[in-house]
């Protein structure tokens, strides 16, 4: 991938939360951006008044709906002509113990927050492949990685994207695309807003950093894994934790 002008993205679940931080540090950094939103129509449009318009593109859609991703896609490609990377960030929890979680619990989570990215990933390997060259970004957690108790259905959806991760690395080499995941630590937005304050002050306190990561770090690390500067980095997972995985 060459660093320019008519790089396009595709940000899933841009319109807030840690999504709004990586559109805006992409428009910032020259990229023209294709974000997705599913229910917050209002905080697209402001986002696409606060960034540049003209390289920002708002579409409507659902990750979980396999058909949406493929006409999201072409809709990218309508408008700015390629796609050069995907940053599959969509994502939601329910948290709750095993013994209590519904059916619909686990496949809301397992459905959005992995099915959505095989959805996006599957529909941008074509034109990817054309082109021989692309970079995808996989948004995982540190709960994938480090149990938390609630976050069965959470924690195996975000798993699964380190794993979906290291083998399109191994699948996509070849290709010219890298693929690549981030796994943020804790994070202030709405995901965190409703979290019990003791449960939040016990978990700072397991945090070398003694605090919560931005949106913007994590917006940081994924604008390494999408420059020239991570050009022989493929199939890793990135902890934007505050140390807490050390
Ligand atoms: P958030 O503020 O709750 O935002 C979630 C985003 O995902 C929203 O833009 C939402 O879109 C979108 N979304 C949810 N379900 C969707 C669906 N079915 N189809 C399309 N879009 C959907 O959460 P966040 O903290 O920014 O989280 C972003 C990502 O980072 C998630 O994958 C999350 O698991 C991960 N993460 C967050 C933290 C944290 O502490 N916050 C830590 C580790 C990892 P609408 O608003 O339009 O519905």
């Known amino acids: 991938m060459t660093d320019g002008p ?17 559109v805006l540090r992409l428009v910032r950094d ?38 949406r991703c493929a006409a999201i896609v072409d809709e990218v490609i309508a408008r700015f002509g390629r796609v050069d990377a995907l940053i599959n960030n969509a994502g939601i929890r329910r948290d ?14 397992l ?35 480090h149990a938390v108790v609630g976050q069965a259905n959470y924690a195996a959806s975000k ?10 690395a191994r699948e996509c080499g070849r290709s010219g ?11 202030a937005t709405d995901m965190t807003a409703g979290m019990d304050p003791a449960a939040k002050s016990e978990m ?10 931005t949106a913007d770090e994590v917006a940081a690390a994924i604008a390494f894994f999408l420059g020239n500067d991570s050009s022989g980095i493929t199939g890793q997972t990135l902890c934007v934790d505050g140390g807490t995985t050390a």
Not at 36 to 55: G, I, M, P
Not at 204 to 213: D, N
Request: with cysteine; charged share 20%; hydrophobic share 45%.
């Open 6 to 22: 008519a790089r396009v993205a595709i940000v899933t679940g841009g319109a807030r939360g840690i999504g709004r931080a990586i």
């Open 111 to 145: 459905r959005t927050n992995l099915d959505g990215a095989f959805h996006m990933t599957r529909a941008v390997l074509s034109p990817m492949m054309r082109q021989r060259s692309g970079s995808i970004v996989n948004v995982s957690s540190l709960s994938g990685l």
């Open 96 to 109: 709750t113990l095993v013994y209590n979680m519904s059916d619909d619990d686990w496949s809301d989570v």
């Open 177 to 187: 695309i890298r693929v690549n995941c981030v796994a943020p630590g804790l994070v």
């Open 204 to 213: 700072l306190k397991s945090i070398p950093m003694r605090r919560m990561v």
């Open 30 to 67: 020259g990229w023209s951006v294709a974000f997705t939103f599913r229910s917050s129509a209002d905080a697209a449009t402001s986002l696409a008044a606060e960034a540049d318009a003209e390289r920002l593109l708002a579409l409507e859609g659902d990750v979980s709906d396999a058909e």
């Open 159 to 168: 798993a699964g994207l380190i794993a979906l991760t290291r083998t399109l």
